[in-house]
């Protein structure tokens, strides 16, 4: 039974991030999102109360989806700098193939001022993750002597709001890989130096 409910969970949420995504909060509407799910809106209110709890739990699993991916990452890598890099290339694939994370941005933007709306903004999720790994970068001798963060953590976080835009567009996946190398190509040398360009992979991990 617990298991079947769960299921239930799962699928309303799913639905819910595709309906958001395409259509935005205000204009998806709860048998739309019902309807997609192949549910009744008796299940859905056994689970929410509203659309505003529905859309929490969207953003609920696109946070646990960053943090479990980072997590991932890191456990392969092991280099915080490498795993910062490599952080980018799944947030530009992952906004290509997961509704949840495309719909975690519109909902930020859309219901960005609303009460309690800062605790689920995606867009300070991706910064704060991306500044997290440069810190850990710096604190495992990574980056070069002297580096001033503002710099390198305003790059970052243009980078995951401009990934998002990127991706949103018609843009061949292989040319949004590439551009997302380019960017590390160009930014790497003033955080490690020279002589740290080579020791990091700046392309999309295999």
């Known amino acids: ?8 969970c799962r699928r309303l949420v799913s ?9 935005g909060y205000v204009n998806a509407t709860l048998g739309e999102i019902t309807g997609a799910a ?6 859905l209110y056994f689970h929410f109360a509203s659309k505003g709890e529905l859309a929490h739990a969207v953003q609920t699993r696109g946070r646990v989806l960053l943090a479990e991916s ?6 392969h890598n ?3 700098l490498q795993t910062l890099i490599d952080f980018t290339h799944w947030l530009a694939r992952g906004l290509r193939e997961e509704a949840v994370l495309r719909a975690n941005f519109r909902l930020s933007r859309e219901l960005r001022g609303e009460e309690a709306a800062g605790s689920t903004d995606f867009y ?24 001033d963060r503002t710099g390198p953590q305003t790059l970052l976080a243009a980078a995951v709001a ?13 040319e949004l890989a590439a551009r997302v190398s380019a960017l590390w190509d160009l930014a790497l040398p003033g955080l490690v130096g020279p002589a740290g360009r080579t020791v990091f992979r700046t392309t999309t991990p295999s």
């Open 1 to 8: 039974m617990q298991e079947r409910s769960m299921d239930t």
């Open 15 to 23: 639905a819910a991030a595709e309906l958001f995504d395409r259509k």
């Open 38 to 43: 192949r549910l009744t809106k008796g299940a």
């Open 70 to 75: 980072v997590d991932r990452i890191a456990a």
């Open 78 to 80: 092991g280099s915080p």
């Open 124 to 147: 300070q999720a991706g910064m704060a993750t991306a500044w997290s790994l440069l810190d850990r970068a710096e604190a495992a001798g990574e980056l070069r002597d002297g580096v």
């Open 162 to 174: 401009g990934i998002e835009l990127l991706a949103a567009t018609d843009m061949a996946d292989e």
